[in-house]
């Protein structure tokens, strides 16, 4: 078995930011294994250790030397691969291109079959590790990449990185892989934590190397994220039932702020949970890092969660410095609060005829204008009562009044929460603080809807009136590209109608691009109102389609054109619990209708003539005069699994028919009498589905 030793690749640097930090991390290990897999080494496991001032691979089980090749392959036959003089032919030519061989170099045996072909043969002598590694070691510092961030370049060198480099360990089991890049060279020393273990410290091989760290005050990230948790939960124990707030984002930063974290409590005044707590814990979060925490009964209390990196036993002097920094922020904000509640909200109205909404669309104002009349209109389609509709109006008036706010200036994540507090402190009502504060949801896949219709309405008015406006401009997203995020409100639309099932997609649809046209904005109607209804429909189908509905249901229920969202979902759902109980009958009934769809004339109509009928024509009339009624009476009282029971009923007549009937008769009266019958047949299921999508045989 060949020998093997562990390989360790650090490369130490100044303090990187904890994005690009994260982002190399996750390049480092793949680099590092194509680059093995390249050269030819066997390897093990390629584990990836980072901190803010190092990034670090670990291979396990490295081969010291990669192993001698020696291969041969068969080529064509000799008497194809050179011609009568002797002189390879494209065949031999071909061969040995392919294989990194000299025509010249290619022999001639006879194989075991008894014939005789051409061979290559390679020998490819075995290479020493260390070499490899070597320079494998400068290609994969030089191949890290640092999307969205400016590298560095340092001294007179021109070689760059995230942050300037300051040492680089590179080892094969105990032994210094020697690895340059720009002026600095490897060595078997890193570097501990700044303050706690400054200077080099020896690793005598790659398996010491965590430890070596441990002992120099510094942990792996996962060794980091772990001791931050413990601290963070004993926390919340000494509080009896605290709740500290770590989002994901900000606890995977703080995690790379740090090398060997400690977990400390501050406090700030009282005075500052006057503030609407959505600032307070933003500005904490965002501007400072620091984890809020909350009472057992989910109220911000004064105290919140510092990381810190420095020696623990100034721990005081960090804490007295983080509460000097947060005071200031938290003034900052609370000033900003204090003075918004000074002007009324419609001072904030009148100044979105400042901001621009988009270019060709107008104002914020004006998109405010828009709104109020469409989320009207969704109130009133909704069942709402004439106090419910003004409900809807007046908060769709106000949603955006605290754009233009300080607070939100300054913290623009709080867009709407803002909102619903100034309105609050105005008098406002209840449902329409709440539809303010909530209009932007649902922001994303799986995020929660408005919690009141009110708050429904406005959203609907708010996504829709978007969604309008870019496809009146002709802008609509296309591939990958989607720069007003339409995708995501139509989504958001659809889920929300889906829970008022009176509403009207289409007619919503034709009232917001008749606002726009009522404000001037230039655009065909129809062309415009079609190409908004499409795209609906295909937002439909791909949530049916994750709803798990089959795609030829969808197809048959898409080709009635219903976009509304309820009711698409209930049509699709009720043919496919039909389909699934009765599938023979379904896909009978299926081929039938697509042979009735394919032989029936429209522009003969469907008026037949009850003289010229026999008996299993008369039992298919009969049968598609009650399926018609039957029909019509289901979808009036939205009983969509009573439609398609009733189209069930036409299986066995459109059966006798066309077994015991010839459509195309050579009497042209007889002949064109039947095939009214059949558009007659195929016009009971215009309203409910496409039956024909359902057959196997379309």
């Not at 075995?126 to 320079?135: K, T, V």
């Not at 062309?527 to 499409?534: I, K, T």
């Not at 009850?610 to 979808?635: H, M, N, T, Y």
Request: charged share 25%; hydrophobic share 45%.
């Amino acid at each position: 078995m060949a020998e093997t030793r562990d390989f360790l690749l650090e490369i130490g640097c100044e303090e990187m930011p904890s994005a690009p930090l994260m982002n190399a991390a996750q390049q480092l290990g793949g680099l590092v294994a194509k680059g093995l897999d390249a050269a030819g080494l066997s390897h093990g496991e390629v584990r990836v250790i980072s901190t803010p001032r190092r990034l670090a691979a670990l291979v396990a089980d490295v081969a010291v030397a990669t192993d001698e090749v020696h291969e041969v392959r068969r080529g064509p036959k000799a008497a194809i691969a050179f011609d009568e003089s002797g002189q390879p032919t494209k065949a031999a030519l071909g061969f040995a291109r392919k294989l990194g061989a000299d025509a010249a170099s290619l022999v001639r045996r006879v194989d075991s079959d008894g014939n005789e072909y051409v061979f290559a043969e390679r020998n490819v002598p075995s290479r020493p590790a260390a070499p490899i590694l070597s320079e494998l070691g400068a290609e994969v510092i030089g191949g890290l990449q640092w999307p969205n961030y400016r590298s560095q370049r340092w001294g007179s060198e021109h070689a760059t990185f995230v942050r300037p480099i300051r040492w680089i360990c590179a080892l094969l089991g105990t032994e210094v892989v020697p690895v340059t890049y720009a002026d600095v060279t490897s060595g078997n020393t890193t570097r501990g934590h700044r303050v706690l273990a400054p200077g080099d410290h020896v690793v005598s091989s790659p398996a010491d190397y965590e430890a070596t760290l441990e002992r120099a005050f510094v942990l792996s990230a996962e060794r980091r994220a772990e001791k931050i948790r413990v601290g963070i939960a004993e926390v919340e124990r000494q509080r009896g039932g605290a709740h500290v707030d770590t989002p994901k984002k900000i606890f995977d930063e703080v995690v790379n702020l740090c090398e060997w974290p400690t977990v400390l409590v501050g406090t700030f005044d009282e005075s500052f949970l006057e503030v609407p707590h959505e600032i307070i814990c933003e500005s904490m979060l965002s501007n400072q890092r620091y984890f809020p925490i909350y009472d057992a009964a989910g109220e911000l209390t004064r105290e919140f969660i510092v990381v810190s990196n420095a020696d623990p036993r100034v721990s005081d002097t960090v804490v007295s410095g983080n509460e000097r920094v947060v005071r200031a922020r938290l003034d900052d904000a609370k000033f900003f609060y204090d003075e918004d509640l000074k002007r009324p909200m419609e001072e904030f109205v009148e100044r979105l005829g400042t901001v621009t909404f988009q270019e060709r669309l107008g104002t914020v104002l004006q998109k405010v204008e828009r709104m109020e009349g469409l989320a009207a209109a969704v109130a009133r389609q909704a069942g709402e009562s004439e106090a419910g509709v003004a409900a809807a109006a007046r908060a769709a008036h106000l949603a955006k009044a605290d754009l233009v706010s300080q607070a939100v200036v300054e913290f623009t994540n709080q867009q709407g929460v803002m909102g619903g507090y100034y309105a609050a402190a105005a008098g406002e009502a209840p449902e329409v603080c709440d539809a303010i504060r909530e209009h932007y949801r649902p922001r994303f896949a799986g995020d929660e809807l408005p919690s009141g219709v009110c708050g429904r309405c406005v959203a609907v008015a708010d996504k829709l009136d978007t969604v309008c406006g870019i496809f009146a401009i002709d802008e609509p997203p296309t591939g990958s590209s989607d720069p007003y995020a339409v995708r995501r409100a139509a989504i958001g639309i659809i889920a929300m109608l889906r829970t008022m099932p009176g509403t009207d997609l289409r007619q919503l649809v034709g009232l917001s691009l008749g606002a726009y046209q009522a404000q001037g904005l230039e655009f065909d109607l129809e062309s415009v109102a079609c190409a908004v209804v499409r795209f609906f429909q295909g937002r439909l189908v791909g949530i049916a389609r994750d709803e798990g509905l089959r795609p030829d249901t969808i197809e048959a229920v898409s080709a009635v054109g219903v976009i509304d969202p309820t009711e698409f979902m209930a049509r699709a759902h009720a043919l496919e619990d039909a389909r699934s109980q009765s599938p023979e009958l379904f896909e009978d009934l299926a081929v039938a209708y697509a042979r009735a769809a394919h032989l029936g004339d429209p522009e003969l109509g469907s008026e037949v003539d009850a003289a010229l009928l026999g008996p299993a024509e008369k039992s298919l009339f009969d049968a598609c005069e009650q399926g018609r009624v039957c029909v019509d009476e289901a979808l009036g009282r939205d009983d969509y699994a009573g439609a398609v029971t009733a189209l069930a009923e036409l299986r066995a007549p459109i059966d006798r028919f066309f077994d015991d009937v010839l459509v195309m008769d050579e009497d042209t009266a007889v002949r064109e009498n039947r095939l009214r019958l059949l558009n007659r047949f195929v016009s009971v299921f215009a309203g409910v589905a496409d039956i024909g999508a359902l057959s196997k045989k379309k």
